[in-house]
Each structure stands twice: as structure tokens, then as C-alpha cells.
């Protein structure tokens, strides 16, 4: 089992000593085009210079603007959740207020057209199951 580990460990090790190697570069007498890292005895070869690398820093590679880009979405997601999260607090404390006036007040009055007119028991056994249930579904 370590001597696989081993044996690909040093390979990959010594890969890189491999790439820097000179390439040769000949014709033969058929007129053949051939490279090779040695070059053959008796005939007229030349090197190949391998281009450098540009010097300075490397390019930024594309997608870094993608990661701003979906950084920005992510936050404008994050205050949009936020904000929902505070109108819906909004939304609990006011139906929380308005089930404590129901259950605690027995002679409530509503404006309806401009009068004032007082809630039957029934009236206000109902609008207090429905507030029961609106803070049941969506409150915590």
C-alpha cells in the first residue's frame, strides 16, 4: 500500500524537472520533422526555446467579478429577508395587541359608515378565533 503512495508521490514530484528539460528539434533524410529530449547522434539539430511566461502579476481570473456579483446579489437577498422578517414582528405585535382587546374587553365599538357601533358576542367570538388563527399561522 505505501509503496503506490510512494511511487506517485515521486513521480508527481519529479514532473516538474521533466517540463523543464531541452527539446531537440531535426529533419531526417525523409525530410521528417521529429522532437525529442535527446538529440540523435550524427545529425544537425536545434534547441526549441520554450516561451517564458509573462512577467508581473497574473491576469484576475474572470469569475472574481462573478463572486462580487453574487456577493451583491446575496446581500440585497439578506436585507430583503430582513425586512420581511420586521413587518411580519410588525404584523404580530399589532394581532397579538388586537386578540388581548378582543378576549379582555367585553364592549368594544367599530366605525362603521361614520357611526360608531358596539360588537356583539358573537361578532367578537369571531374576529377573536380569526386573530387566533392569523398568529397561529404565521407568528411564533
Known amino acids: ?11 508527481i514530484a519529479l514532473s516538474p524537472l521533466c ?6 528539434k531535426w529533419v531526417d533524410a525523409q525530410g521528417i520533422t521529429h522532437f525529442d529530449a535527446q538529440p540523435p547522434q550524427g545529425q544537425q539539430t536545434t ?3 520554450m516561451p517564458s511566461p509573462p512577467a508581473g502579476k497574473p491576469p484576475v481570473p474572470a469569475r472574481s467579478n462573478a463572486i462580487g456579483d453574487q456577493q451583491a446579489i446575496d446581500d440585497k437577498v439578506k436585507s430583503q429577508v430582513a425586512e420581511q422578517q420586521a413587518q411580519l414582528k ?6 397579538r395587541t388586537n386578540l388581548a382587546k378582543l378576549q379582555n374587553n367585553p364592549r368594544l365599538r367599530e366605525d362603521v359608515d ?3 357601533r358596539r360588537l356583539t358576542d358573537e361578532q ?4 377573536t378565533t380569526e386573530a387566533q388563527k392569523q398568529i ?3 407568528c411564533q
Do not use: H, K, W
Not at 410588525?90 to 394581532?95: P, S
Open 114 to 116: 361614520g357611526e360608531m
Open 19 to 24: 517540463l523543464g528539460a531541452q527539446i531537440y
Open 47 to 49: 534547441t526549441v526555446v
Open 124 to 127: 367578537r367570538q369571531e374576529r
Open 136 to 138: 397561529a399561522d404565521n
Open 1 to 11: 500500500m505505501r509503496l503506490p503512495i510512494f511511487t506517485a508521490s515521486l513521480l
Open 90 to 95: 410588525t404584523f404580530c405585535e399589532q394581532a
